[in-house]
């Protein structure tokens, strides 16, 4: 592995003081380095070089990222058309996504180098707005703004009509995302590699409501009446209902992706075990 790109939350690592020491531990093992142009615009090194646009992450061989979860999502939906893996050392609060720790990110990456890990493909959400198509690790979230009135949801699944739901939100997550808003909606734990969906309702208005799963081979499509005020999220990415050319109604069908995201482990941790250190024992 020769090309190696870095991608840095700014705010988790102050004065760049880890990448910083990481990019010259990889230039003198005679790595090529590459940076985000955010990144570039601060750390001005001539020897190192600089993605901008997808097409060039297809030169790395694998991107490490230094930050929390919301930096790995950023990265995941940058290198998911290139299935370039992704090593995250984490910076933040949980890092439930990334591999290993700021003090551990040497070893971790001399494994990656020596071919000592593995690689988990997590399964990505796909929704088309427009002409669009866009991509998610964890979940995609319809929710209302700023009024205080409840939006209807009608859920249709392979364009059978499942029910509708009064409620703040709806969250249709992945596997992966299913240990994060949806978890705290009261929605149920996936396992990674579960080949499923599960569509969770947002502070529904009826005892009733609940979240349900579903195959990943099913689509679901989600239709909203009143559009005022209504925000998409996609990940990290919002959208706001005035991206529609239909001001009316909402109708947005989301689907298991193609794409995955590679990430890199080199712990060799099981599921539960993450689950257990990140979740639960805290």
């Known amino acids: 592995m020769k090309n190696i790109g870095f991608i840095t939350n700014l705010d988790r690592d102050v004065n760049l003081e880890t990448t910083k020491m990481l990019i010259s531990h990889l230039m003198s093992l005679g790595h090529n380095i590459f940076i985000d142009h955010i990144l570039s615009n601060i750390l001005n090194n001539p020897k190192v070089g600089v993605f901008s646009q997808k097409t060039k992450v297809s030169i790395l061989d694998f991107i490490i990222v230094l930050g929390g979860d919301g930096t790995m999502l950023v990265a995941a939906e940058l290198a998911a058309h ?3 893996p992704l090593l995250g050392i984490n910076l933040g609060n949980i890092g439930y996504l990334t591999d ?12 990656v180098l020596n071919d000592e890990y ?5 399964m990505m959400l796909e929704s088309t707005i427009g002409e669009k198509q866009i991509l998610a690790l964890n979940d995609i979230i319809i929710h209302r703004g700023k009024s205080t009135r409840l939006a209807e949801y009608h859920i249709f699944v392979n364009n059978e009509y499942m029910d509708t739901y009064r409620a703040d939100g709806i969250i249709t997550s992945s596997p992966t995302g299913s240990t994060a808003y949806n978890l705290s909606a009261g929605g149920p734990i996936l396992k990674p590699d579960a080949k499923m969906l599960v569509i969770t309702p947002i502070c529904p208005h009826t005892l009733s409501c609940r979240s349900v799963v579903v195959s990943h081979n099913d689509e679901i499509t989600i239709v909203l009446n009143n559009t005022q005020d209504i925000t998409i999220s996609f990940d990290s990415l919002l959208i706001n209902s005035e991206v529609f050319a239909d001001k009316n109604e909402i109708k947005l069908h989301i689907k298991s992706s193609k794409y995955t995201t590679n990430i890199i482990n080199t712990r060799n941790l099981g599921f539960f075990e993450v689950l257990r250190q990140k979740l639960i024992k805290r």
Request: charged share 35%; glycine share 0%; hydrophobic share 25%.
């Open 100 to 111: 290993t720790t700021r003090q551990d990110a040497i070893s971790a990456i001399s494994k």
């Open 82 to 84: 290139t299935q370039t």
């Open 118 to 122: 593995k690689i988990e493909k997590r």
